[in-house]
């Protein structure tokens, strides 16, 4: 297989790479965002992407309005969503690691979910890949709970048990987006999960101010700082990029590929970590972005080699064709005769040249 072939056949994966590296530099321009709200800046954030992405839909001539299947798009959207502001409230109320740690647990779930509700392979490979990338997140978040206790008693355990559901609802939602497929537009969710961030931003931010006892007219102020504003419109702009690369990702790859190549946001944020904010690099954060990377390297070669097996396959059978032979219902190989397929030979079996071979993404 040549350079662009091999590009081709993952480029689902290389989608969501090039996302996770949009969505790592958004929460790098959010961290520096640090005195905005986080309910704010998600509707913020959504206002931007709504506007482009409706911008994006309507040059292209799609109706945003006319769904091919308008109940998953709300269901994938919903779950998205509500896994996102999980994540901003878990992260505001637990150490980075213990959040980044159970919120990356989501591979395990969408593999799972995959496997019993669309039968997609989810074998020892992936299940091995799995265990590899979330040895490599932990060694990089290094969780309180595992190396230091005396912070993990500190914390509610209410706090890690919405974490987990977070990693839970992504999973869910990564499954979904792959029920739905590419009978939608990439865009076209986008702007619907765009509006609904907006609406669940609100309320969200709404509501801990409720409980928080604060005035509702400081919910929403607008940044009176031109610095804030052009970051902002920066983080509409390279948000919608992410998204739409992201869901159409998910649409070419499995489930279980797609939640563990976002794992991929950990070792960029580290990066990013040591190199802009001077961070001092540790040697167990090191292992754990080579873990990381090892298990995506992984799943991609295991998909390039289960597609080469598939594609010599359908070589020999071709080849099959091509030379007459022919093999019986029972599978013994026999001299063609100029029949064509499905029809009977003299003892009445049906002849059928070759094995049948249908390819449709065998390692995705």
Known sequence: MSIVSELVTHRGA?????????????????KALGDIPSGQFTATRGFF???????????????????????????????RVTGYIIKIF??????????????????????????????????????????????????ISKPSFLFDGAVANEVNPLYPALAVSGAVI????????????KDVPASVIAVHQNFLTIIYSLIFEFAVSAVAHKDLSQVLVAPTCYDERLLLFLVGVLAVAGQVLFIRGVALESAAVSSLMRNMDTVLAYI??????????????????????VSTVIVILYKSYVMRRAAQSQGVVLENVISGK????????????????????????VMRRGPSVILKNPAA
């Open 14 to 30: 290389l989608y969501i790479l090039v996302s996770s590296f949009i969505f790592t530099t958004t929460s790098t321009i959010s």
């Open 49 to 79: 992407c709504a506007q482009f992405t409706f911008i994006m839909v309507y040059m292209v001539g799609y109706n945003p309005f006319r769904l091919a299947k308008r109940r998953w798009v709300y269901l994938y959207n919903s779950l």
């Open 90 to 139: 878990c992260i505001g109320r637990m150490p980075l690691g213990d959040a980044s740690a159970l919120y990356f647990t989501s591979p395990i779930y969408a593999g799972i979910f995959a496997r019993i509700f669309l039968k997609e392979p989810w074998g020892i490979v992936h299940a091995f890949s799995t265990i590899i990338g979330l040895t490599g997140v932990v060694l």
């Open 170 to 181: 992504l999973g869910a939602g990564i499954t979904v987006q792959r029920k739905i497929g």
């Open 272 to 293: 990013i970590q040591v190199t802009y904010f001077k961070e001092k690099a540790e040697w167990m954060s090191l292992v754990g972005a080579f873990l990381i990377i």
């Open 326 to 349: 022919t093999v019986t219902e029972e599978g013994n190989p026999g001299e063609g005769n100029g029949e064509s397929f499905g029809e009977k030979d003299g003892s009445g079996g």
